[in-house]
Every structure is written in C-alpha cells, then in structure tokens.
C-alpha cells in the first residue's frame, strides 16, 4: 500500500524557518517526481516545489522561490522542504504528492498526482 506521510509542520514566527518531511513507502518512486503543495482556508491547492528522484531539477513557484527549498533523500525515500524567511500569506496545509511517469498533465497541476498524503499544518505568526 502506498503511503504518503508528512511531518514536520508546526507555528513559527514571521521571518522565521520550518522544515517539513515526506516519507514515502509502498512502491519504488525512483521515476516519479515528487511535489509540495499547499492550501489555506478558502483557496485552492496550489503548486508549491517539484523535484525527480534523480534530483536533477527542481522546480518552484513564484511565490516561494529563493525562499523554499525542496531535497530528497533517496535512501530514506524521503523529500524534504526547507522554508526559510516566512511570511503569514505561507500558512497553509502543506501536502506532498507522488506523479508517476505515465501523467502527461503539468506538475503544477493537482490532478498529475497519483498520491498524496494527508498534509501538515503550517502557521505563520505576524
């Protein structure tokens, strides 16, 4: 059974950093690229990071970018994403998602994903 599990989230201060983690067990993911998505009260899931297993690249959203950086660990089939410098408008419920190879829709879209997990929340103070 596939399993997505997501730890890590918590409250921190605004300018401060957070580190939150996705163990992924069940299948191999060596040709899936795995993803961070976040959603707050009232919007839409959103894009957020994207990297392949091989770690060749990494991709962000605007939003984030040069403030969040995604990593993995392939022996711990683990990814990771470091927040640095956060703001209010980051809390939200941050989600990891597994896209298999055979998607052909974008990976910033939600329904590339063939697996998710069940999210953590992340609260910016001001």
């Known amino acids: 059974q596939v399993q997505l599990v997501e730890s890590g989230g918590g409250l921190v201060q605004t300018g401060g950093s957070l580190r939150v983690s996705c163990a992924a067990s069940?299948?191999?993911?060596?040709?899936?690229?795995m993803s961070w998505f976040r959603q707050a009260p009232g919007k839409e899931r959103e894009f957020v990071a994207a990297?392949?297993?091989?770690?060749?690249?990494?991709w962000y959203a605007d939003s984030v970018k040069g403030r969040f950086t995604i990593s993995r660990d392939n022996a711990k089939n683990t990814v990771y994403l470091q927040m640095n410098s956060l703001k209010p408008e980051d809390t939200a419920v941050y989600y990891c998602?597994?896209?298999?190879?055979?998607?052909?829709?974008?990976?910033?879209?939600?329904?590339?994903?063939?697996?998710w997990g069940q999210g953590t929340q992340v609260t910016v103070s001001s």
């Open positions: 998602a597994a896209r298999s190879p055979r998607s052909q829709a974008t990976i910033r879209r939600t329904d590339a994903y063939d697996y």
């Open positions: 069940g299948r191999t993911f060596s040709s899936y690229i």
């Open positions: 990297i392949p297993w091989s770690g060749t690249s990494t």
